[in-house]
């Protein structure tokens, strides 16, 4: 009984910026590790980024690594993913996931919950 709700995406142009934001909310201490996940057309739901509990360990696909900063707000229980140098190639929809686990976790059957997705389009 955990809800993620995304929110920020919209259209940008090739090396702009977005921030999505992904807000938790329903049973206390079912939300460890919260995540990331971006799906193109007729491609495969993909790692971005994910982030402990804490905030003070991440980890990042290396096609956004130096572009893409995951960070959270543990008193509003929210996740954000600041995207810089935005790519043609970025243009998908961006899922927030979350799991009760503290690992951090690249699979998407890793995590239980998951929000209703975003979408980002970066046009040329």
């Known amino acids: 009984q955990v809800q993620l709700v995304e929110s920020g995406g919209g259209l940008v142009q090739a090396g702009g910026s977005l921030r999505l934001s992904c807000a938790a909310s329903?049973?206390?201490?079912?939300?460890?590790?919260m995540a990331w996940f971006r799906q193109a057309p007729l491609k495969e739901r993909e790692f971005v980024a994910a982030i402990t509990y804490s905030g003070r360990t991440t980890v990042y696909a290396d096609s956004v690594k130096g572009r893409f900063t995951i960070s959270k707000d543990i008193a509003k229980n929210t996740v954000y993913l600041q995207m810089n140098g935005l790519k043609s190639e970025d243009t998908a929809d961006y899922y927030c996931?979350?799991?009760?686990?503290?690992?951090?976790?690249?699979?998407?059957?890793?995590?239980?919950?998951w929000g209703q997705g975003t979408q980002v389009t970066v046009s040329s």
């Open positions: 996931a979350a799991d009760a686990r503290t690992l951090l976790m690249r699979g998407r059957t890793d995590y239980g919950y």
């Open positions: 329903g049973r206390p201490f079912s939300v460890n590790t």
